[in-house]
């Protein structure tokens, strides 16, 4: 027999030995699956004051989450706080795109709202939203959290070009939602280690297709939202896909999303291969050479990132270890940076070392760039 409990007294990390209900048909979460606090939240803005269940709380969930939370913030190129909002909007996009693969009807108001989260933490810590998707320990390979790097990379990217504040959200919304067509493809072909067959392959260059009828038909956005998953694989130079667009009859929208993409896949470990460190990933940007990128949208890019970019270690020539905190557009090799170890060997806390800024001190430069995963490890 199921029991109520007030959701004043739920906590998010919890699992139950059994399902939690909304009422008495809607399901919340299934048995032994954790609620989330965007979960908590949504209930409470529908002014649902309890949930019912058969179960028990699993106190060993919330434990867990805990101790997840504590290791992922400690590990992470941020505050704990911004860990925690990075998270969240991972996870709330992750719910969505849940529901959009179980083919469910998806509100777009929360889309929306996720949108404005995107906004507002690009906002309030742009710099650190950037070294985020360099320094996460967020590791795992998943559309939502690759969607989250993407929608940010792009709406930095949007506020260098000057986009109005519409113009921004359908951008972040774009990004968001650009690969969902993914999720109306045969999961055994999405997950697939091995080589695709090329009827396998084609399948997967169908994707900006079925995106564009998800974001467009299934969610009702705008036309000028869908294009963004129609058009971030087509190319500058025409040799893209599904429809072999070239340059301005690219969306500009999707030719931002269509960087973003590039630089987020090369920095993110993916289940196939190694993740890239920040500086390579640029220097393969860089010498695109008008093939695949807008060069327009590429300069952009480049002076909202660096040629180091925001969170990006290195070596200096001092023997010095720092953290890229701020970059110059008028002097990209030499950025400001935040010690983590000194010339003599001395390390400091992520947001304790010295700050250190190359354009003033003429006497030192960078060595090369360090991957983060060495760093930790030696």
Request: glycine share 6%.
């Amino acid at each position: 027999m199921k029991k109520r409990l007030a959701l004043a007294d739920v906590k998010p990390g919890t699992m139950w030995s059994d399902d939690v209900y909304i009422d008495d048909r809607n399901l919340l979460v299934p048995a032994k699956v954790a609620v989330r606090q965007q979960d908590l939240d949504h209930l409470r803005r529908w002014g649902v004051s309890f949930v019912m269940t058969a179960g028990e709380p699993i106190v060993e969930a919330a434990i867990k989450a805990s101790a997840k939370d504590e290791a992922g913030a400690k590990a992470f190129a941020g505050s704990r706080k911004l860990y925690r909002r990075y998270v969240e909007l991972v996870d709330s996009l992750g719910a969505i795109l849940d529901q959009i693969s179980r083919n469910e009807a998806v509100d777009p108001h929360a889309v929306d709202q996720l949108t404005q989260s995107v906004l507002q933490l690009v906002r309030d810590e742009r710099e650190e939203a950037i070294s985020a998707i360099l320094g996460s320990a967020v590791k795992e390979d998943s559309l939502a959290r690759s969607g989250i790097n993407i929608a940010i990379l792009s709406v930095v990217m949007g506020q260098t070009l000057k986009l109005p504040p519409y113009r921004l959200a359908y951008l972040a919304t774009g990004a968001l939602l650009h690969d969902v067509g993914m999720l109306r493809i045969s999961e055994d072909i999405r997950k697939k280690k091995g080589k695709l067959t090329e009827e396998e392959a084609q399948k997967v260059r169908s994707h900006p297709l079925l995106s564009y009828r998800v974001i467009t038909k299934e969610l009702m956005f705008p036309d000028d939202i869908g294009l963004i998953g129609l058009q971030h694989h087509e190319r500058w130079d025409g040799d893209g896909y599904p429809r072999r667009n070239a340059a301005a009859d690219i969306d500009i929208l999707a030719r931002i999303v269509s960087v973003a993409d590039a630089f987020e896949a090369m920095v993110s470990t993916k289940s196939y291969r190694n993740s890239m460190i920040g500086y390579a990933a640029m220097k393969n940007l860089l010498s695109d050479n008008s093939r695949r990128f807008d060069p327009d949208i590429l300069k952009a890019f480049i002076k909202s990132m660096g040629i180091y970019p925001l969170g990006s270690l290195v070596l200096l020539n001092n023997a010095a270890i720092g953290r890229v905190i701020e970059t110059h557009a008028e002097a990209p090799l030499r950025p400001k940076l935040r010690l983590i170890v000194d010339e003599f060997g001395n390390k400091s806390e992520a947001e304790s070392g010295d700050l250190l800024d190359l354009l003033a001190e003429k006497a030192l430069f960078i060595v090369r760039a360090i991957d983060p995963g060495d760093l930790v490890s030696a």
